[in-house]
């Protein structure tokens, strides 16, 4: 069989391992190991070239195992299988999602470079942006979804054009689901970049996870995960990843190795566990937002549903058509009466969790604007839509007819 020709879901369960190396076991072991033996020094002195970018690995040369902080079979087994949804070149592995995006911006930005970025963002990813590169000397100008047609007007006016280093977008947005067109970003990028002095594009691929959008077949550069989500899919681990070319990666993994903030066996191999099953729980996932969203729509306390099942407006609807595989199974919805009233429901909940986070195998429900987003600047908030009766829903693998039920008894406390 040719394996090539085999899609990604049939490789979940093998590809990258090598059972008789790990005495026939069919699944990968948990490499619980701090360091590695080397057979004598020169192979010691050959796998550190390799891993300090001294040398490139010759042909067919097996990449040795030196410290786990540098590589360890279930890390790398992961960030093999990870690519595979991208046809990445390389992929680097982290232990949280918010580790994965500051370790990548701090790679490639310096001070006196401008960083464009969408709104809105996940909040974490807001704050960092705005609070701490800017300690750096790194230049922040933020754009709007509504401003989408006049980029390259934006980024002149700043006067800091010659600076742009990267665009940063996170799409679908969290958590209104509104949606950036990553090819015009990637053509936005070639506009101000040179051979010698490229303008990368990074997207942020959390709310779409690998199955129902690809950024790179759009023109990304570099796509990331918070791979707690949908990747790990259990609410039982935390990790992030990003991938990219090898070129780009091994720079990421560069200063991953000096930061630290590689991910560990035992999260690389919860991570390989929930890749076998990514796409059939994604796949339930998106069938029971429908209907839930659905529900949604008719119900006389909700005012609006933020889902992508819903787009009506022309150039939104266009970017979708483009860019998305499915509508996913993230959705957000403003309950009639604000705050006090979402509360209300959010406190009704039974069987949906009251609970930050996404794109586990249960419904999770949270209140954007007082949770994962209360760092934001409240006229921001506003202006972004991340209103007090805004709440987002993450929804899981239950069934579609008792998630209804429990949202339609918690919508009857509002």
């Not at 369960?13 to 020169?42: D, H, N, R, W």
């Not at 067919?60 to 360890?72: F, M, P, W």
């Not at 129902?212 to 759009?218: E, I, N, T, V």
């Not at 959010?346 to 209140?367: D, F, I, M, R």
């Amino acid at each position: 069989m040719d394996h090539s020709k085999l899609r990604p879901e049939s490789l979940m369960m093998s590809y990258g391992y090598k059972p008789e190396l790990s005495q026939g076991a069919v699944k990968c072991p948990i490499f619980q190991t701090s360091t590695f033996v080397f057979q004598k020094a020169e192979d010691g002195k050959a796998f550190f070239e390799v891993a300090y970018g001294l040398r490139e690995r010759s042909e067919g040369e097996e990449l040795g195992l030196i410290y786990s902080r540098l590589n360890n079979p279930d890390l790398e087994i992961l960030e093999n299988r990870l690519g595979l949804w991208e046809n990445a070149g390389d992929c680097a592995v982290f232990e949280s999602g918010m580790s994965a995006i500051t370790t990548t911006l701090l790679e490639f930005l310096s001070p006196g470079d401008l960083l464009l970025f969408s709104n809105p963002i996940y909040g974490g990813t807001d704050h960092f942006i705005k609070q701490i590169l800017t300690r750096f000397g790194i230049h922040v100008l933020g754009f709007y979804p509504w401003e989408q047609d006049r980029l390259e007007e934006i980024v002149r006016k700043s006067g800091k054009a010659d600076r742009l280093k990267m665009i940063y977008v996170e799409t679908p947005a969290n958590p209104t689901n509104i949606l950036i067109d990553i090819a015009a970003c990637s053509r936005l990028a070639k506009t101000f970049g040179t051979s010698e002095k490229p303008v990368l594009l990074a997207v942020d691929n959390t709310y779409m996870g690998p199955l129902w959008q690809h950024p790179m077949k759009q023109g990304a550069d570099l796509v990331l995960y918070s791979a707690t989500k949908y990747i790990g899919g259990h609410s039982d681990v935390i990790a992030g990843a990003c991938l990219g070319s090898k070129e780009l990666i091994g720079r990421v993994k560069g200063l991953r190795s000096f930061l630290g903030c590689m991910a560990g066996p035992w999260t690389g191999w919860l991570l390989l566990r929930s890749l076998e099953t990514l796409k059939p729980r994604m796949e339930t996932q998106a069938s029971n937002a429908a209907e839930v969203a659905a529900f949604l729509k008719g119900h006389p306390k909700v005012r609006k549903v933020h889902y992508l099942g819903f787009i009506n407006e022309p150039a939104q609807q266009a970017i979708y058509k483009n860019q998305c595989f499915s509508a996913g199974a993230m959705l957000s919805f403003d309950v009639q009466g604000g705050e006090p009233e979402a509360f209300r429901f959010l406190n009704a909940l039974q069987l949906v969790k009251l609970a930050v986070s996404l794109g586990s195998t249960e419904s999770l429900a949270e209140h954007p604007a007082t949770m994962t987003h209360v760092g934001v600047d409240p006229a921001e908030r506003e202006k972004l839509g991340i209103t007090g009766g805004l709440v987002r829903l993450s929804v899981g693998v239950e069934h579609p007819d008792d998630l209804i039920g429990d949202l339609k008894q918690a919508l009857e406390a509002v």
